[in-house]
């Protein structure tokens, strides 16, 4: 694995352009694609250290690409791990499931809902793969959650998820979820990793009862 960790394109890339993961080349893709993220927006970035992806929000809402100087827009990064810091970026140490966290969240936001929430949170895994499924499902369905209370309606959600016992029922709250639906597995996703990427963009009013 550490061959070919240091032999590995992205990782290269990544050292060169001064990237803090690979990861950040995923997201990348994923915007390109799609182009989700533009200047002014309001991103969120669950799960994010080591910081890759908001490193990569950071460069894309600078006018010039620059991973310093002015930000046309507001990146937040939450996580339950230390993250150091990254210029422009407003960082929240902790879980956003407890109340206190999303009290300051909320002050960040300032009234604001993100126009765009990216979601890189993926759980230890196990082994065990009916536990490592409800795990997996958990912080997606936490991720959905979240952005019905903090995200624009017409905004969209970028989550990582895994082949295996709980990628269809994920894919169908999407569906239920949001009016438009993608997977993407990015070039920079390992060809052995099971991993792909969800986005929904858009979320279906409610229907009332």
């Known amino acids: 694995w550490l061959n070919d960790h240091v032999n590995d394109t992205y990782v290269k890339l990544a050292q060169r352009e001064g ?5 950040a080349y995923k997201l990348k893709e994923i915007d390109e694609t799609l182009g989700l ?5 309001l991103v969120v970035d669950l799960g994010s250290a080591p910081g890759a992806w908001s490193q990569y929000v950071r460069r894309r809402l600078s006018p010039l690409g620059a991973a310093s100087g002015t930000l046309n827009g507001t990146i937040i990064a ?3 791990l230390p993250m150091e810091p990254i210029e422009g970026v407003q960082f929240l140490l902790g879980d956003f499931r407890e109340a206190a966290l999303l009290d300051q969240l909320d002050a960040l ?11 890189d949170m993926a759980p230890n895994l196990s082994g065990i793969a009916a536990a490592d499924a409800a795990r997996i499902t958990h912080l997606v369905e936490l ?12 905004g969209a959600l970028v989550v990582k998820l895994f082949h295996g016992a709980s990628y269809s029922p994920l ?3 999407f569906k239920e979820t949001f009016k438009a ?18 986005v929904g963009i858009e979320v279906k009013p409610i229907e009332p009862k």
């Open 78 to 80: 939450l996580d339950l």
């Open 19 to 23: 990237f803090r993961a690979r990861a």
């Open 109 to 119: 936001m300032a009234g604001r809902r993100a126009d765009v929430v990216v979601s």
């Open 171 to 173: 894919v169908q709250l």
């Open 143 to 154: 991720a959905v959650d979240f952005s019905k209370s903090h995200m624009k309606p017409e």
């Open 37 to 41: 993220i533009k200047p002014g927006h």
């Open 181 to 198: 639906v993608k997977t993407i597995k990015p070039k920079a996703s390992r060809d052995k990793s099971s991993e792909t990427f969800l």
